[in-house]
């Protein structure tokens, strides 16, 4: 299929949330892995927190520029485009961990507005599922109303369970109103920004792939449009990735036209 021909959510070694395994996880891993897959596009997005932004805790204390850009320059293949990006954390305060004067650095840019797994840093960490589904829709919000580079910004992997622990993820999605979907979709849409498609929809039961399938429906009837991403972190993530992208892409009925636009990409500031 068409569609999934990329993938722009890799991490490498030096995205230290993997432990030793990520060591394994070199650019030339990540670039066989591309070249097997038939891709054209593959974009490396490790963890970043921008020394300039106050902030940072934790890993992304060394999660800055000077550690991520030591992976470059990439490799490059004869039919694939590697990229350079980052994942650019979002605390609490609703801080976006990149100055804009450094938007220029990446190719490719994903802020991930539900990572709420890190309690104290990205949410208070006490929040039931009614709360966390309204900090979905808030952070989604606030980061469509900055003035960002959106045709090289990516939001990424909207129903992981990094929304909330256990299946209180499903939970939370659940409660959250198609009016309020439709509503941050036809602004995303506006905006020309990126929606991710990343989760297992090889091992999901049905019942939950639905609530997984219903944002995303919503997205596609609002224009969006969407790219794929593994956020792999150790080389077994590849292992079916390009069966799973392309179940997404068909169960979502998606063709060329609902892509985001990968192959301008690193062409223009």
Request: with cysteine.
């Amino acid at each position: 299929m068409a569609f999934a021909d990329h993938d722009l959510h890799i991490h490498s070694y030096l995205s230290q949330c993997a432990g030793e395994k990520r060591y394994t996880q070199t650019t030339e891993a990540i670039l066989h892995y591309a070249e097997a897959n038939g891709f054209n596009t593959i974009c490396v997005t490790d963890h970043f927190w921008d020394e300039t932004i106050p902030g940072s805790r934790g890993m992304y204390e060394e999660q800055t520029y000077a550690h991520i850009s030591s992976i470059l320059p990439l490799p490059q293949g004869e039919n694939v485009r590697f990229l350079f990006g980052c994942e650019a954390e979002m605390d609490r305060y609703y801080t976006i961990a990149l100055a804009p004067e450094h938007y220029d650095r990446f190719d490719f840019i994903i802020i991930p507005t539900n990572h709420l797994h890190m309690s104290g840093f990205t949410c208070r960490g006490d929040e039931d599922a009614a709360e966390r589904a309204r900090l979905w829709c808030d952070r989604l919000d606030y980061v469509l109303e900055q003035d960002l580079p959106f045709h090289k910004i990516g939001i990424a992997h909207l129903t992981d369970t990094g929304i909330m622990a256990g299946k209180g993820y499903l939970e939370a999605l659940s409660l959250i109103p198609d009016e309020d979907y439709i509503r941050l979709f036809r602004k995303a849409a506006d905006r020309g920004v990126g929606i991710e498609l990343n989760f297992n929809w090889l091992n999901t039961p049905e019942d939950e792939m639905e609530i997984h399938l219903r944002p995303y429906r919503i997205a596609k009837e609002e224009g969006c449009r969407f790219y794929l991403g593994s956020d792999a972190h150790t080389p077994g993530v590849f292992e079916r990735m390009k069966e799973n992208f392309e179940k997404i892409a068909a169960r979502l009925e998606l063709d060329d036209s609902h892509k985001f636009p990968v192959s301008e990409l690193g062409r223009r500031a």
